[in-house]
């Protein structure tokens, strides 16, 4: 069964360090999106992207979060510098249209 | 995007039969309900999705009225391993590029 792959599982950080987490969504699935989920609360939808083009990232703290998607395919969301509220969890998901399939997160702790 | 209300937890034992409702008052004609279910340090799992009146499959009932203001997530004969958090979502997933916005869910513990 085709999942979504997110790397790493874990990552702990220095604040003011900079730190890249990785998706690969499911094979022809156009949508992908980016969300952080803090510990007790739902997911918070970071950025959406079609294809390559960025739909939404009205929630994205842009002075130090950014996304990319080259060719379509696999993601990147970098943080820099990483602050101390930055601790949560990051899940990618894939989507084509009717149901999203969520990777298995990268939880990640700054210190 | 229609905002949507549910309780915030739920208590049941096994073998019982657990039903969440969520409000969505402000529904617009092209929009979808859908459920997803969380594990503790897991990405949320689509459970269900339906438009109107009731959908099955073999993990989940719901059951939408005709006004569609409302909506009920039915879990039958739950076991220690449905202790989940339960999102309910709404809006217009027949499209691609669709957003899906989260609220808090409901925590749903299941006892021995």
């Known amino acids: 069964e085709a999942e979504v792959a997110q790397s790493p599982r874990y990552k702990i950080t220095e604040k003011s360090q900079a730190v890249a987490f990785w998706c690969d969504p499911i094979s022809g699935h156009a949508t992908l999106y980016w969300y952080r989920q803090i510990l007790g609360q739902g997911p918070e939808l970071l950025v959406q992207?079609?294809?390559?083009?960025?739909?939404?990232d009205s929630q994205l703290p842009k002075d130090r979060f950014s996304a990319e998607r080259l060719k379509g395919v696999d993601s990147t969301l970098k943080i820099q510098p990483a602050e101390l509220g930055d601790s949560a969890m990051y899940l990618c998901?894939?989507?084509?249209?009717?149901?999203?399939?969520f990777g298995q997160g990268t939880r990640l702790t700054v210190v | 995007l229609a905002k949507t209300t549910q309780p915030i937890s739920m208590d049941s034992y096994e073998g019982q039969e657990v039903n969440i409702t969520c409000s969505h008052n402000n529904i617009a004609t092209n929009d979808y309900i859908t459920w997803y279910q969380q594990f503790p340090s897991q990405g949320p799992r689509f459970i269900i999705q339906?438009?109107?009146t009731k959908v099955t499959n073999e993990v989940a009932s719901l059951f939408i009225p005709a006004d569609r203001k409302s909506s009920t997530l039915s879990l039958p004969r739950v076991s220690l391993s449905d202790t989940a958090v339960y999102y309910c979502?709404?809006?217009?997933?027949?499209?691609?590029?669709?957003?899906?916005?989260f609220g808090g869910g409901t925590r749903v513990l299941v006892k021995p």
């Open positions: 998901a894939s989507s084509l249209g009717r149901e999203a399939f």
């Open positions: 339906g438009y109107k």
């Open positions: 979502l709404v809006g217009d997933y027949a499209a691609a590029g669709n957003k899906l916005t």
């Open positions: 992207f079609q294809d390559e083009s960025v739909v939404d």
